[in-house]
């Protein structure tokens, strides 16, 4: 064959395998047999072999796979994957329309119901309408890039055509592994005599990462997209504009959305699919509600861990019936001690469970639990199952009563009850292993000190040794001490002792999170952190002082107050600042060029001519003026680039605020 008819004949196949591969996932039919298919596809490889020059990226046999992929990197989110806040009852899904009803007043709104798939996020990015990126959820923030692997899910178009296109365009939905090939691979396995796979989500997870796109492609894994990023930029206003947007591009939608005017027509939905989604060819485990208007959805904003105009309704548990082997007891950071079920192993929900949470000596007593009983486990939004009940039916005669333990089973201590608390604790703050051991764990964690070359097994071992008894003794770890131990060797001394080094550098609102105070999670650190620029200032301020700061109530003010009256946390946060951690705020300085916009407030949205985004971000903030994230009736201007989102523009309008053009805003600085 001449490399003129390999060029005519490549396209003719890519056409033929592109239009059945449409009708198979998009339309739900077929004209030919899988046989024919696979035929037409083998002859478009090995034409792609004898030509390797005219194989094109998003040729049709990239879904075959080939690449292996020794490593996946993590890369930053281009907009972040938040999760939904959960409800499990009609009453508090009436709760979550009555906050929308208040958040959006007078307006008309209605919203969009979805099926909530149990799968793997995973985000998708086109550049010139060509798939160049798939990352996973990771969390939220940063993910692992699958592109590769991504490639291989039929279901997922490598191009999209069409008129109008953004340069650079995120879609988002779920990866999931078919039931009906879940069950064939299990049954595969069980033939040779190979451990089963646990369920159809985590296998779907587990191949997303493996490494050979080959075997990827094997396991046919399927895709539902349910999410159009900004799509502001193809001027759409609505969430079903958006998924109708994504059908029609080439992209597999379920087709199972509904918009639903009012919360009793959302009740309705869910009962509907209660019962048909298990007709469906994947696991469901709920209902995704969003109000479907993008402005309003701009107008009820973000909490610090999810939308105020979205919720996921879960289904009630699956539950199933084991026997209760023994009861043991975990001591956590805060000296929390919490009963755990240990169980005959029994499937429930997919997977083989073993142990179950029973909270503490109240649940204990309300269940009336004895070892030996037949006891109820559920699994529903908690990760840890859950002992819901006991079949007294069945309870044996010689069966023995649960006695909550006196003693801390760690250390020995006697336990403690606070007064309307349900917890016991553990008060040996200073000298209980789990206590130390888990201090040491938040603090190091990413979003705290982010020194990852350090495990907990290394934290444990360094306790026993008597090396680290608090976070201070981090920095007081040696090359020599280290490197004696049993198992470590020259290379992982030295990169335990840099990870550590470059935590000084950490900013201080993450060293103030990574102490641990109790209630002060990472917003609440952000936030005291701003109030209180220096630790001095925090540990001097009044609870009334506290209490004035946004979003500090009266429990974190106390809780912090104590926390700063125990000489020894006193003396850990000196040793700490000896040792060259960051606790005060780090505000950018910033060479004013002049006052021209000396307190007012911007948002900047769109893509500019004369300034990257960050540029013109830099030029406001020299000339005196504030970037903020959202519009708001304390926003000044909004300076508009091309694309500039629909809703954005429409909400500045509907507040007044005056939208600037780019050289609008270069006049008023003077340039």
């Not at 200073?430 to 990852?452: M, S, W, Y």
């Not at 470590?488 to 102490?515: C, D, H, M, W």
Request: glycine share 8%; charged share 25%.
């Amino acid at each position: 064959m001449t490399r003129d008819e390999a060029i005519s004949r490549i396209a003719e196949l890519t056409q033929q395998i592109n239009y059945h591969s449409d009708l198979y996932y998009n339309q739900d039919t077929t004209e030919i047999s899988d046989f024919e298919f696979d035929q037409l596809l083998a002859q478009l490889i090995q034409l792609e072999e004898e030509f390797p020059d005219l194989k094109a990226p998003d040729s049709p046999s990239q879904r075959v796979g080939g690449a292996v992929v020794k490593e996946f990197n993590s890369v930053e989110h281009r907009f972040p994957m938040l999760s939904l806040g959960n409800t499990y009852n009609h009453d508090e899904l009436r709760e979550f329309d009555e906050r929308v009803k208040k958040g959006l007043g007078t307006e008309d709104f209605e919203y969009v119901c979805e099926l909530k798939f149990d799968g793997v996020a995973l985000s998708l990015g086109y550049e010139n309408g060509l798939l160049t990126r798939a990352v996973t959820r990771g969390d939220g923030t940063r993910g692992d890039e699958v592109t590769w692997n991504a490639k291989t899910i039929r279901s997922v178009p490598l191009r999209i055509q069409g008129d109008n296109l953004p340069e650079y365009f995120e879609v988002r939905g779920e990866v999931f592994m078919p039931l009906e090939v879940f069950q064939a691979l299990n049954k595969e396995k069980e033939e040779k005599g190979e451990a089963l796979l646990a369920n159809p989500r985590n296998t779907a997870s587990g191949t997303l990462k493996m490494q050979d796109s080959k075997i990827v492609a094997s396991r046919k894994l399927d895709m539902y997209l349910y999410q159009l990023m900004d799509g502001g930029a193809l001027n759409i206003a609505t969430h079903s504009d958006a998924v109708t947007w994504l059908a029609d591009a080439g992209f597999q939608v379920s087709q199972t959305w509904r918009k639903c005017a009012n919360v009793d027509e959302i009740i309705a939905y869910i009962e509907e699919w209660e019962e048909k989604r298990h007709s469906l060819p994947l696991d469901t485990d709920g209902i995704v509600i969003k109000v479907n208007d993008y402005a309003q959805q701009d107008e009820l904003g973000f909490t610090s861990k999810s939308p105020r105009w979205a919720i996921s309704f879960k289904y009630k548990a699956e539950s199933a019936a084991t026997q209760l082997k023994e009861i043991t007891y975990q001591v956590g950071r805060t000296g929390s001690v919490t009963p755990v079920a240990n169980l005959e192993p029994v499937l429930l929900a997919g997977t083989t469970v073993k142990r179950a949470s029973l909270h503490n000596a109240n649940e204990i007593a309300r269940l009336d639990l004895r070892l030996g009983d037949t006891v109820f486990v559920e699994k529903g939004g908690e990760i840890i199952p859950k002992v819901t009940g006991v079949d007294f039916g069945k309870r044996p005669a010689n069966s023995v009563a649960v006695e909550f333990p006196t003693h801390c089973p760690e250390c020995g201590t006697e336990l403690v009850r606070v007064e309307g608390e349900a917890n016991h604790f553990c008060p040996n703050i200073k000298g209980c292993p789990p206590q130390i051991t888990g201090r040491v764990e938040h603090f190091i964690q990413r979003n705290a000190l982010d020194i990852d070359s350090i495990g907990s097994k290394t934290i444990a071992q360094f306790n026993r040794e008597g090396m680290l008894n608090n976070v201070a003794d981090l920095y007081a770890l040696s090359f020599d001490r280290i490197v004696a131990l049993e198992g470590f060797q020259e290379k992982g001394t030295n990169k335990i002792l840099q990870g550590i080094e470059a935590s000084k550098l950490i900013p201080y609102e993450r060293v103030l999170f990574g102490l641990g105070i109790r209630y002060v999670g990472r917003t609440v650190a952000e936030k005291l952190a701003e109030g209180f620029p220096t630790i001095e200032a925090l540990s001097a301020a009044s609870e009334e002082e506290l209490v004035a700061v946004n979003e500090i109530g009266e429990r974190i003010a106390k809780s912090v107050k104590e926390w700063f009256a125990d000489a020894d946390n006193v003396a850990l946060v000196e040793q700490l600042k000896n040792a060259g951690l960051q606790f005060t705020l780090q505000k950018e300085e910033v060479e004013q060029a002049s006052n021209a916009l000396e307190g007012k407030k911007f948002v900047v949205s769109g893509v500019f001519e004369h300034f990257e985004r960050d540029e013109l971000k830099q030029a406001i903030a020299t000339h005196g003026g504030k970037v903020v994230s959202s519009i708001s009736k304390n926003t000044d201007y909004v300076v508009a680039g091309d694309n500039m989102g629909p809703s954005k523009r429409q909400k500045a309008e509907k507040l007044e605020v005056p939208i600037l053009t780019e050289q609008e805003f270069i006049q008023m600085i003077g340039e």
